[in-house]
């Protein structure tokens, strides 16, 4: 918004500053951090900004509330990861498992869109709670084609492997950058990285545009911008299938990833808990949530308890504290950090900070 | 006369067993400001809800300029230049007002459906939408939420919404109500500026007498869902039975009307 805010200038900037070196840190993530779960933890950085703002598209803009998401994340995920599987490795399958995502996406989220957002936001809820359940159950019993439980397990394309020199110096061995080897895996950190954001910067240009004002006048009051002439179940509808297009698209990245998709990586509903946090902690309505709420939730998920595990380690010897500390309660702190952060930012951080103290 | 541009003919409305709209066949013509007086429950906000498409009709139709709108979604309708203010505040709180106004020059521009280009990129719009900032004096509270005005200036951007969709047939219900006396002659004098236009419909609901003497070229009343009288003002004014009807209620209620 460009016109706007000219009030909150402070805060919009500290989010902002924060956005900007979060994109710095994934930029030069596999030089920075060097070890092998860093990277996996990056590249997960990356695909969820893009899911959880995806899904912001919906909630945050639009005010439309889906339990459908990971399903579309899912059938972009499945799709490249049969073919792979099938095919065998090559960008042939990635192409065509992206597109049949995206097709599958897009009938379900017509389907879905039109039959029920006419209804009140409850029921459509619940539909598409219904609609991932089944996709769920589906996934997991067609084990034929999904690997049902157990999930694929395929190779990416060569380029991707880590075996693969991207460059080679005279002897024949892979030059390395600051001491990080040019090969394959570093390739395939960078398409994680370039595709996120581009869908990332696409979605930023969406919200901005007419169309986006469009979804926040529909969030705001749904009866009044259909009378000043927005067809808002079309509206509805559009938004809806955007971002199932865009979710789709993170789960094929994920699974070229991966090199594994399985209904664990990919479609359960503990992804979509996730993803809800994620949107919660960063900030409905706003890109930059999006991007703060995955970075906050994806580096507890991953570093809390070893954080843990120091500070319990180093406190050896007060009485107390080293047992509440344990490694193993990790969850009850991570739980008491989300009450915390929902008690002092109502909007998420990012709403909270770039909107002020509304209301307070 | 000019042919009319809003015409309902029959038009009736039933909740269950209520008829809440009961028949009621009406020519609105452009250059005529019309206001509509009745009791509360007469059925003239559900009157107004069947001609901009809140509500449909259980029979009778809705023509704008000859062609049938009774089934048409509310959007559409605003497309074939019915525009309707509403008489509860209705606008969308958490944006600015600026970008309020721009919502609705946009939604009569087409441009809702591009979405690679930055809103700021349509100055056309800005434009306009500046336009009636300025003709509904909001400028100064231009980047303000709308939740954030006060009373009285959000019944201006109300007003101002409806004017940036540059309808053809302009509804107003109670676009004073709640307003205090020092800030009604604003929203009067807008409406009164829209009824210099000869080519725009005007049709007010109204209570307060000053207002429908001060702009009325026609009055039509509705008690009980139906229409009880349609004609001159002065002759409608003086006229028993709508005395009666709605002097007399309208007394009885009086502090809703003094609010």
């Known amino acids: 918004m460009i016109t706007s805010d000219t009030r909150h200038t402070t805060g919009t900037l500290v989010i902002k500053s924060v956005v900007a070196l979060i994109a710095a840190l994934l930029l030069f993530a596999p030089f920075l951090f060097q070890d092998v779960r860093s990277l996996e933890v990056a590249a997960r950085i990356c695909i969820f900004i893009v899911l959880v703002a995806s899904f912001d598209l919906l909630i945050g803009y639009t005010g439309i509330v889906s339990f459908a998401h ?291 | 006369m000019t042919s009319p541009s809003l015409v309902t003919e029959d038009l009736t409305i039933r909740f269950g067993g209520h008829v809440a709209v009961n028949s009621v066949s009406c020519a609105f013509h452009p250059g005529e400001l019309t206001v509509i007086v009745g009791p509360n429950g007469a059925g003239k906000t559900t009157f107004f809800n069947l001609i901009s498409g809140q509500l449909t009709a259980t029979s009778g139709r809705v023509l704008k300029d000859g062609t049938e709108i009774t089934g048409l979604s509310p959007s559409a309708r605003a497309h074939h230049g019915v525009g309707r203010a509403f008489q509860l505040t209705n606008l969308f709180p958490q944006l600015t007002v600026l970008e309020n106004i721009r919502l609705a020059v946009q939604a009569r521009s087409g441009h809702g459906w591009r979405m690679f280009r930055p809103v700021s990129g349509f100055r056309e719009l800005t434009r306009k939408a500046e336009h009636y900032l300025e003709a509904t004096r909001l400028s100064t509270v231009a980047h303000q939420a709308a939740a954030t005005l006060p009373h009285g200036d959000q019944r201006k951007l109300e007003v101002a919404l409806l004017m940036a969709m540059e309808p053809d047939v302009y509804m107003f219900d109670e676009p004073t109500a709640g307003m205090s006396l020092d800030h009604a002659p604003d929203v009067l004098d807008l409406i009164a500026q829209i009824k210099a236009d000869t080519s725009k419909t005007v049709l007010l609901v109204e209570h307060k007498m000053e207002v429908v003497r001060a702009l009325a070229d026609r009055i039509i009343v509705l008690h009980n869902g139906e229409l009880l009288a349609d004609g001159d003002p002065t002759e409608i004014m003086s006229s028993r039975i709508v005395r009666d009807v709605y002097l007399g209620t309208a007394q009885g209620t009086g502090g809703e009307d003094a609010a």
């Open chain 1, 70 to 360: 990971t399903m579309f994340f899912g059938f972009g995920a499945y799709g490249a990861a049969i073919l792979l599987k099938q095919m065998g490795p090559g960008w042939t399958p990635v192409l065509l498992g992206a597109l049949a995502g995206v097709a599958v996406s897009l009938v379900f989220a017509v389907a879905i869109g039109l039959l029920s957002l006419r209804v009140k936001a409850i029921f459509f809820a619940m539909i598409t709670l219904a609609a991932a359940s089944v996709v769920l159950v589906l996934a997991s019993q067609l084990s034929q084609i999904t690997g049902g439980e157990d999930g694929i397990i395929y190779k990416s394309p060569d380029l991707f492997k880590t075996a693969t020199k991207l460059l080679t110096d005279a002897d024949g061995k892979v030059v390395r950058l600051w001491d990080v080897k040019l090969n394959g895996k570093l390739a395939a950190y960078y398409f994680v990285f370039i595709t996120s954001l581009i869908l990332f910067l696409a979605m930023l240009r969406f919200v901005g545009s007419p169309f986006g004002t469009v979804l926040k006048a529909i969030r705001e009051n749904e009866a009044r911008a259909e009378a000043i002439g927005y067809r808002v179940v079309a509206y509805r509808t559009a938004v809806f299938c955007l971002s199932a297009t865009i979710a789709s698209l993170a789960g094929t990245v994920y699974a070229v990833w991966l090199k594994y998709t399985g209904p664990d990586t990919a479609l359960s509903f503990s992804i979509m808990i996730d993803i809800l946090l994620m949107v919660v902690i960063g900030g409905m309505g706003t890109m930059w949530g999006a991007v703060i709420g995955a970075v906050l939730l994806i580096l507890a998920q991953y570093y809390l308890r070893d954080l843990m595990g120091a500070a319990s380690e180093a406190l050896t010897g007060v009485p107390l504290l080293p047992e509440l500390l344990a490694p193993d309660r990790w969850l009850f702190w991570l739980g008491i950090i989300f009450i915390l952060l929902v008690y002092f930012f109502p909007r998420g951080i990012a709403g909270t900070m770039m909107t002020g103290r509304k209301g307070a």
